[in-house]
Nanobody
Framework: QVQLVESGGGLVQAGGSLRLSCGAS????????MGWYRQAPGKQRESVAI???????NYADSVQGRFTISRDNARNTVYLQMNSLKPEDTAVYYC???????????????WGQGTQVTVSS
C-alpha cells in the first residue's frame, strides 16, 4: 500500500508564509508527476502547482510568483512553499502523486488526506 501524508498547514496572517510537505511511503518503484491541489468551501478542487518527474513545473495563475513547488526524490517528498499568502488562498490543500509500485506496470493516482490552510485578513 502507498500512503501520502501532508503536514505544514495552519493559520497565518495575510502576507505571511507557510511550507507544506507531503511524504510518500510504501512499495514505491517510481514517481511520475506530483502536485498540490486545493478546495475551498463551496468550490471545486483546483490544481495549484504540479512538478513533473523531470522537474518541470506548472502553476495556477492565481499563485504564480508566490508559490514554489519542489521535490526531493531521495526522500519521496514534495513541498509547496507559499509566500505572500492572501485570504483567498484559504482552503484544504491536498497532495497528489502518480506512482508506480514495485511489481506493477501502470501508474496510479494517490491523494493525501488534506491539510487546512487558513489566511486571515
Amino acid at each position: 500500500q502507498v500512503q501520502l501524508v501532508e503536514s505544514g498547514g495552519g493559520l497565518v496572517q495575510a502576507g505571511g508564509s507557510l511550507r507544506l510537505s507531503c511524504g510518500a511511503s510504501g512499495r514505491i518503484f517510481r514517481f511520475n508527476a506530483m502536485g498540490w491541489y486545493r478546495q475551498a468551501p463551496g468550490k471545486q478542487r483546483e490544481s495549484v502547482a504540479i512538478i513533473a518527474s523531470g522537474g518541470d513545473t506548472n502553476y495556477a495563475d492565481s499563485v504564480q510568483g508566490r508559490f514554489t513547488i519542489s521535490r526531493d526524490n531521495a526522500r519521496n517528498t514534495v513541498y509547496l512553499q507559499m509566500n505572500s499568502l492572501k485570504p483567498e488562498d484559504t482552503a484544504v490543500y491536498y497532495c497528489h502523486a502518480s506512482i508506480r509500485r514495485w511489481g506493477d506496470t501502470k501508474y496510479v493516482d494517490y491523494w493525501g488526506q488534506g491539510t487546512q490552510v487558513t489566511v486571515s485578513s
